[in-house]
């Protein structure tokens, strides 16, 4: 019996690092896999992992910053699965720059899938939740959300609003049973910091008290803590994992 046998979980940025652990844990726990990309062949990986482990996945083609691709895409995986519990909030991008040199362009792509896809999906996915009275909403944030960084304004500020984000869907949704909270994960070594340079990393390592950057893992077995009922009485918080960089 796992925690989330019968359920029906989406993440968003499934395709790989930390959305492909997410996914990979939740089916590990029971759960049937909605898995959300920009492109649906290169979420074969994960649901081929998925598979092996006896549970079903779908894979769907969207943009996060998308509203009517998002629309129809939930639309699609309430069809086929006929409800979701879980929604996690995963997909991400950074376009890192000191604010003097930072684009319009550059703020808006991550504002945009970082934020507004945090929201769309949010909305999309929680009328079928509220209707039902339970679901649980997990977003991925970051520590530079709570911190700042130099060079990262815009995904600091997309991070930061994201957890302002959750507290209040927590408080809109509380009554209908479905919460929300948020992940706040350090330095995790996926695609994402592998573009950092060795000088920059070494930097980081120094700073993280448990002296060991995370791997995806870490922060999928989190997410599944605050999807599951063991967080039953948790909502409209935000647990970073960090190594202790943040406390
Ligand atoms: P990643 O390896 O770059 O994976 C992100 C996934 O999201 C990719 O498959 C990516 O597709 C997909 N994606 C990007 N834009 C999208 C869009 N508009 N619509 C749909 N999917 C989209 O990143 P990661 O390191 O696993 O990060 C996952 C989440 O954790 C992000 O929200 C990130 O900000 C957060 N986070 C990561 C770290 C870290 O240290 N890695 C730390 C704190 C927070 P593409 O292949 O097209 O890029």
Redesign the pocket.
């Known amino acids: 019996m796992g925690q989330f046998d019968g359920k029906v979980a989406l993440v ?2 499934a ?5 492909q652990a997410i996914a990979l844990k939740m089916a590990a726990d029971g759960a049937d896999l909605a898995l ?3 492109k649906a062949e ?1 979420l074969e990986e994960t649901a081929g992992k998925v598979k092996a482990l006896g549970r079903r996945a779908e894979c769907y083609s ?4 998308s509203a009517a691709g998002v629309d129809v895409t939930v639309k699609q995986i309430e069809k086929d699965f006929g409800k979701i519990d879980i929604l996690v909030n ?4 950074t376009k890192d720059g000191l604010i003097m040199r930072m684009s319009e362009a550059d703020w808006d792509a991550v504002l945009n ?2 934020l507004k ?1 945090v929201f769309l999906f949010t909305k999309a996915a929680m009328r079928g939740m509220m209707k039902q009275r339970s679901g649980s909403i997990v977003n ?1 944030a ?1 520590i530079i959300g709570l911190i700042g960084n130099p060079g990262q304004a815009n995904y600091a500020a997309s991070k930061g609003a994201v957890i302002a984000f959750t507290k209040t869907v927590a408080k809109e949704l509380s009554s209908r049973n479905v919460r929300c909270n948020a992940v706040a ?4 070594r ?4 592998d573009a950092l340079s060795e000088e920059v990393q070494q930097k980081m390592l120094a700073n993280i008290p448990l002296g060991r950057f995370g791997a ?1 893992e870490d922060v999928a077995n989190v997410v599944a803590f605050l999807a599951g009922d063991a967080s039953g009485y948790v909502t409209g918080q935000v647990i970073s994992t960090c190594g202790g960089m943040v406390m």
């Open positions: 968003t940025g395709a790989r690092g930390i959305g959300c990309d920009l290169w969207v943009d996060v910053s995963n997909a991400g991008i899938v970082n896809g991925i970051s994960p350090g330095f995790i996926t695609k994402m910091t995806p």
